[in-house]
Every structure is written in C-alpha cells, then in structure tokens.
C-alpha cells in the first residue's frame, strides 16, 4: 500500500531558527512531490513541487529534497518566522496517478 | 488572475439529505480535482476531473459523485448524508493537459466545510 507519513505532527521552534520538516513514503516509483501549507480553517497554498528526475527546489526560504532511493523528502525552511506557523503536508503521485497526502506537521514559530 | 473559487463556504445539513458544492477553477485550468479533509483521515482524494469527463476517482462510495461543465466549473454531490461526511471539501485545480495531472502543481480553494447533524 502506497502510504506517506509525516514525523512529528507537531513541532515548536524559536523564531529565526532554521528547521526540518521530514516526510516519508513507501513506494520509490514516486512521479513527483508536492509540499504544501495550510492555515487553520483555510485551503492548502502549494510551495514547491519536484519532479521524480529532480533532486531538490527552492523557492525563497524554502527548500525541498527528494530522495526516491531512501523514501524520503525534506522541507528545509531558514530564519523561520512567526508567519511560517501553519500546518505543512507533503503529497506524493505514485503509479495510480492520485495524490496521496501526508497527515501534516503543525509548526509553531514562537516569536 | 482570480484563484479557485468554491461555494457555500459553509453547509449544515441532516443526514440522509443531499448536498451540491460548487468549485470555479482558475481560468485556463481544465483539469479539478475534489478532496475530503477530516481529522481521523487526513486529506483523502475524491475525483478528477478532465474537460468533462472524470478521469481519476478515490475509494469513496457511490454516493459521492461529481461531474464538470464546458466552462470547466465542477460540482460535488453528496447523496443520503451520513454523520461521516462532515469534512471539509477541497476543490483544487491544475493546469494539467495529459492524463496524469497530479504531475502538475495544484492550486487549492478555500474549501466548504460541512456539517452534517
């Protein structure tokens, strides 16, 4: 079964420290990987998106890994800031062509 | 450039009722895609949709149905309402134009959320 899990689901980190953000999955037959967040009660905002034949994306203070050998991607986020707090999913498109959702780390920037 | 759109932004309704939710994609996107969030299942897809004809489809029972309009507009709907189906409903949709459109970024709305009592 084509699973992707998110370890912790909660995190707290001070402000303007840099942080992980770990997502694995089961099958390494992975078309791509999509990071998202999420604000309480809000729809999902897309952050970055990586290709299986890609290893990495950035997009400002946001960068995300894909290792399809070990299952796992990354979500590195620099000089976090209270604005960042939210809760982050990683999504995976496998063979069946459906995105399956992580069940999300919460983050809490304390300021 | 306007971003996906959905109505009712908030729906109650008693089971065993149906229900229609509408999602308006971001113009020039042919391909919406339908989500169910709840907090013991986490975000699980329902559907997609591809120039009026649905092309992918979760694990969800026959109730649940959708279909998709010339202009690209989509309606869920939901038939015989259990307590189950209170969630929150994702819409997204992609600029996606060969079959696997989950291989394009996906633009979300902000949801409807219902509640069934």
């Known amino acids: 079964k084509q699973e992707v899990t998110q370890i912790p689901a909660a995190l707290s980190v001070p402000e303007g420290e840099n942080l992980v953000l770990n997502c694995s999955f089961t099958?390494?037959?992975?078309?791509?990987l999509q990071w998202f967040r999420q604000d309480p009660g809000k729809g999902l905002t897309s952050l970055l998106l990586i290709q299986s034949s890609q290893r990495e994306q950035t997009s400002g203070r946001l960068n995300a890994s894909l290792d399809k050998s070990s299952g796992r991607s990354t979500l590195y986020i620099a000089a976090s800031q209270p604005g960042d707090s939210a809760t982050y999913l990683c999504a995976a498109t496998f063979g069946n062509e459906k995105l399956t959702f992580g069940t999300g780390t919460r983050l809490t920037i304390i300021p | 450039k306007a971003g996906v759109t959905q109505t009712p932004r908030y729906l109650i309704k008693t089971r065993g009722q149906q229900v229609t939710l509408s999602c308006s994609p971001i113009?020039?996107?042919?391909?919406v895609s339908w989500y169910q969030q709840t907090p013991g299942q986490g975000l699980q897809f329902l559907f997609e949709y591809f120039s009026e004809t649905q092309r992918n489809k979760g694990n969800f029972p026959g109730r649940f149905s959708g279909r998709q309009f010339s202009n690209s507009r989509s309606e869920m709907n939901v038939s015989t309402l259990e307590l189950g189906d209170s969630a929150l409903y994702l819409c997204?949709?992609?600029?996606?134009?060969?079959?696997?459109?989950?291989?394009?970024?996906?633009?979300f709305g902000p949801g409807t959320r219902l509640l069934v009592l």
């Open positions: 997204a949709s992609s600029g996606a134009q060969d079959r696997v459109f989950s291989r394009e970024t996906q633009y």
């Open positions: 099958d390494s037959a992975i078309y791509n």
């Open positions: 113009s020039g996107h042919r391909s």
